[in-house]
């Protein structure tokens, strides 16, 4: 919802100074004419008061700089159109006793790191007892039903499995991403789930360090969720989406930390 | 030394216990073999070439003996069959023995047996003669450019394309990282035959094939000398492929591989018994070769949490380290590996990190040790994890880490940038430089925080050894006491590569590399 006029710039040690910081490596040895280079690389980004605080020797042929500078930028903020927050994000015990409460069913959740990827630390984060720093896993809420069916798990098999469980939800996890595999995979998972009809039917989630929201819609996912995610963000949207399945919530209603 | 914290009995006690609980695993790896010991055995014989369709020439003889059910007399066995019906090339051996009908198969005369064995033989301590001959002009660069002291500090570069690794294996050694490791293509180690080839296509990290590894090493050997500093390669010796990829890094005068008696059952759901048989000859090669092994129990901590797991790591390398020496790896060869991982939002993390580490030093003196970074709990607020990652590099230094992977800033995010590599190189050189001889200076009260909780870990570790001992190794891995992962003895991958072997099996090498 846009709001009143409410300029604004980046704030360094004073208001409106738009000073931010910046480091990159150019594929060039250390001298005076990288740092220059780095300067005018700087100026061309648009910067104003550009200053080259470090260059450093990253290796014989390639120089790191550390670079300050003011950015003419200004924003109207109050023009940023986010939906508004309706719902707060509820905690372990609220979320638990919503679900007990509107569901009245343990809600299912399957997930796994799918196609060729080995590495389980997203879908371990999210869906593992322990959690992710300080906020518990999925497998830990009473009210959920989760299985970590681990990596390397083909897309066929985690849906067959999703069906034979009645899964609410499904987890696809994608670390990887060299030459976009985590898209492809992505799209072959999603062609699988159509070709067996939980498009539209169960909830289908991508995450990972490179994956947001915009890249999951875009792939066919319900939403995506990326680096820095909490497992209770992702508890919260399931459960959202639940109830909006299910008629109990309104379509267009808003909770805090849904993908965006 | 950093505290006694335990009698040095009681780790004398875990040492023992851990050589009992591998016992029957010994059985079971001297009665039988599998399709890749024997793959190995032929690539040390020189057998190292693709045929048709880019399939290794291993692959094509033993999956031809294996299917005739002979494969179990030994691959060597058939090589020299093969030999003696006038084979001019390894491709012509298989060609010959493939095209042989199973009734042709048969043994031959006594005599005619006998001899042939003593050839094949002859031709296998030649092959082991050039073997050592490579490995010794790797180890007379290695003394001629001496490393800086440990803790060494290990990089990993992953782009895909060995050349591509190259640029960047040299661009940190120039900033100063003492070890190169090449991190491998994503699901290699499910392959069950090693690429062939120089490759520049690859998922989440390059191909490890011999060709790759003979370019990286050529590149090294270029940087050590012009930096004046021997510069150590590192790849993965794990996965369905551990004795081959061992000759492979042999042949090709690598320093260090990955390798872990159980980290694949474990982590990456190969069969048990497959896994236990060639770690074994992938160790004797390593044994053979001088390569620093390094350990993966670090990765219990990443999948189960680190705090209420600390035992099962330290309880693991007792027993990584018994599989070891009965492969005939010496000390200086165990990089057993740990890492920094309990959540950094728990209090008093730095002195539960240093116990750990510290205990670890205690039960293994003269182990090099290899100490990993956190990256579990790590965030994507780089600044943070810098300075996360710089608590590792105190604590590296603190307890005399042989080795160490330097975090990256960038964790949780994308493969590390240049610039990453270069500004943890930086940091943990002035730590290191910074808090050298630390050890010396601080006795660590044996009635406090980090003596009392090292007390408590070594005991829990010493538990976990007892229950292996009493229930077997197989069932405590049933179990999931390791990385909160259960696996069965006859599930996983690879089992139909395991075979008994037949009476008169045939291995030279494994003799020569016993010393028999």
Request: charged share 25%.
């Amino acid at each position: 919802m846009a709001g009143e006029s409410h300029p604004i710039r980046a704030y360094g040690d004073r208001r409106d100074d738009g000073v931010i910081q910046l480091s990159f490596t150019l594929p060039v040895p250390l001298s005076d004419k990288a740092k220059e280079a780095a300067r005018q690389f700087c100026t061309r980004l648009g910067l104003l008061d550009v200053k080259v605080a470090a260059a450093e020797p990253a290796a014989d042929n390639y120089t790191f700089f550390v670079v300050y500078g003011r950015a003419d930028v200004s924003l109207d903020y109050g023009s940023i159109d986010v939906p508004e927050i309706v719902f707060r994000k509820l905690g372990f015990d609220e979320l638990n006793k919503l679900i007990e409460d509107s569901i009245s069913r343990r809600v299912v959740v399957l997930g796994a790191c799918t196609g060729t990827d080995t590495h389980t630390v997203g879908i371990d984060a999210i869906l593992n007892m322990k959690g992710y720093a300080g906020d518990y896993g999925l497998e830990r809420y009473p009210w959920f039903e989760a299985y970590n069916l681990g990596s390397q798990v083909p897309n066929e098999e985690l849906i067959r499995k999703a069906e034979a469980r009645k899964a609410d939800a499904i987890l696809v996890s994608q670390v990887v991403t060299q030459r976009d595999v985590h898209k492809d995979n992505g799209r072959q998972f999603i062609d699988v789930a159509k070709a067996h009809g939980l498009k539209g039917k169960t909830i289908l989630l991508l995450g990972g360090p490179r994956v947001d929201h915009k890249l999951a819609m875009e792939l066919g996912f319900d939403a995506g969720f990326g680096p820095g995610t909490k497992p209770s963000d992702v508890a919260n949207y399931i459960v959202h989406a639940l109830l909006k399945k299910m008629g109990k919530e309104p379509e267009d209603l808003h909770f805090e930390g849904e993908p965006a | 030394m950093p505290g006694p914290f335990v009698d040095d009995a009681q780790v004398a006690q875990a040492r023992g216990i851990a050589s009992e609980v591998i016992e029957p695993v010994f059985d079971l790896i001297r009665r039988h073999t599998t399709i890749s010991v024997e793959r190995t055995v032929l690539r040390l014989f020189g057998m190292s070439d693709a045929g048709p369709g880019g399939i290794p020439l291993t692959n094509l003889m033993t999956d031809r003996l294996k299917a005739a059910g002979v494969l179990n007399r030994g691959a060597a066995y058939w090589y020299g069959r093969a030999l003696h019906l006038g084979a001019a090339s390894p491709l012509d051996a298989v060609e010959r023995i493939a095209a042989l009908p199973a009734a042709k198969l048969a043994p031959l005369s006594p005599q005619v047996e006998g001899n042939l064995r003593e050839e094949v033989r002859r031709e296998a301590e030649a092959a082991v003669d050039e073997l050592r001959r490579r490995i010794d002009e790797r180890d007379a660069l290695r003394r001629e450019f001496p490393m800086s002291p440990a803790p060494h500090r290990y990089v990993i570069v992953a782009t895909g394309n060995i050349y591509d690794d190259v640029d960047q294996a040299r661009a940190a050694a120039q900033a100063g990282a003492d070890i190169i490791a090449v991190i491998r293509s994503t699901a290699q180690s499910l392959l069950d035959y090693v690429p062939h080839g120089a490759t520049t296509e690859g998922y989440g990290g390059t191909y490890a094939t011999q060709e790759n590894f003979r370019i990286m090493r050529e590149a090294l050997d270029a940087e050590s000398r012009r930096l004046k500093r021997y510069i150590p390669l590192t790849n993965y010796s794990s996965g369905l492929c551990m004795a081959e990829i061992a000759f492979a890094a042999a042949w090709e005068k690598l320093d260090m591989l990955l390798n872990d008696a159980m980290y694949g059952i474990l982590f990456r759901d190969i069969n048990m018994r497959r896994t236990f048989i060639d770690q074994y000859f992938s160790r004797r090669i390593c044994a053979l070769a001088g390569i620093i092994i390094n350990t993966g129990e670090d990765n219990y901590i990443t999948t189960a949490d680190a705090y209420d797991a600390a035992h099962t790591v330290v309880a693991s390398q007792f027993i990584n380290e018994a599989f070891a020496k009965r492969a005939g790896l010496q000390d200086w060869q165990l990089g057993l590996g740990h890492s920094y991982e309990i959540d950094p939002h728990r209090p008093e993390t730095l002195l539960l990190e240093l116990s750990q580490a510290m205990l670890i030093r205690r039960c293994f003196p003269d182990a090099p040790l290899k100490y990993m970074p956190p990256t579990k709990h790590k965030e994507t607020d780089i600044f943070f994890s810098h300075a996360y990652d710089v608590m590792a590099d105190l604590v590296a230094i603190w307890t005399r880490q042989g080795i160490q992977l330097l975090g990256m800033m960038t964790e949780a995010m994308h493969t590390p940038l240049l610039a990453d590599r270069y500004v943890a190189l930086k940091s943990a050189g002035y730590i290191h430089r910074a808090a050298r001889g630390i050890d010396q200076e601080f006795v660590v009260r044996e009635d406090g925080k980090i003596a009392n909780r090292a007390r408590f870990v070594f005991g829990k570790s010493m538990e976990l050894l007892e229950e292996c001992r009493k229930d077997g190794l197989v069932t405590a891995i049933g179990h999931g006491r390791f990385g909160d992962v259960k696996r069965s003895e006859t599930g996983g991958k690879g089992l139909e590569g395991v075979m008994e072997k037949s009476p008169d099996y045939f291995n030279p090498f494994l003799d020569i590399l016993e010393g028999r």
